[in-house]
Every structure is written in C-alpha cells, then in structure tokens.
Nanobody, 124 residues
Framework: QVQLVESGGGSVEAGGSLRLSCLAS????????MAWFRQSPGKEREFVAA????????RIGDAAKGRFSVSRDTGKNTIFLHMSSVKPEDTAIYYC?????????????????WGRGTPVTVSS
C-alpha cells in the first residue's frame, strides 16, 4: 500500500527558506505526477506546484512563482518543495499528492492519493 509522508515543515521568518519533502512509501513504479497543495484556516486547498513522473516538466502556482520550485528524486520516490523568500501568507498546512497520470496538473481532482500534511508557519 502506497503512503505519502511529508516532512520538513516548521517555523521560519519572513524572507527565509524551507525545503519540504514527500516520500511515496511503498511505491515500486514511477509513472505518476506529484504535487504540493496547501490549505490555510478558512480557505480552500490551493495548488502550489506539480512535477511530472520523470521530473522533466513542472507547474508552479501563481502565488509561488518566482519563489518556490519543485523537484524529485525518482530513485528515492521523493519530491521536494523548495521555498524561498517566504511570506506570512505562505503559512499553511502543505499537502503532498499523487496523480492518476504522469503529467503535472493544477487540478485538485487529478490527484487520488494524499499525505497528512506538514505545517509551515512564517512569522513577520
């Protein structure tokens, strides 16, 4: 059974950097795109970044463009979210997700497996 396990969340000051990791535990094939979404209290879940199965293609959400990037280590079934120049409005629970297919998508409904999330708090 595949499980997604996020790590790396924590507290950081505005302007700082953080790297989140997501391990697809139990995954033996590598044909699936993966993504990061986030959710703040009282808000809908928001797309952050996605990466295709090979790592060659990525998509970045509007709020993250120019500041965040996504990468993956296919050999370790792990993806990363590299966060820089963070802002207080980046404070949220960050969720890792695995897609039905191999192409990165911003669509929440393209993802059928979710992790439990890791919290990020940005202080001003």
């Amino acid at each position: 059974q595949v499980q997604l396990v996020e790590s790396g969340g924590g507290s950081v000051e505005a302007g700082g950097s953080l790297r989140l990791s997501c391990l697809a535990s139990g995954r033996t094939d590598r044909r699936y795109a993966m993504a990061w979404f986030r959710q703040s209290p009282g808000k809908e879940r928001e797309f952050v970044a996605a990466i295709g199965w090979s790592g060659a293609s990525t998509r970045i959400g509007d709020a993250a463009k120019g500041r965040f990037s996504v990468s993956r280590d296919t050999g370790k079934n792990t993806i990363f979210l590299h966060m820089s120049s963070v802002k207080p409005e980046d404070t949220a629970i960050y969720y890792c997700a695995e897609a039905f297919g191999g192409s990165p998508s911003e669509d929440f409904f393209e993802y059928n497996l979710w992790g439990r999330g890791t919290p990020v708090t940005v202080s001003s």
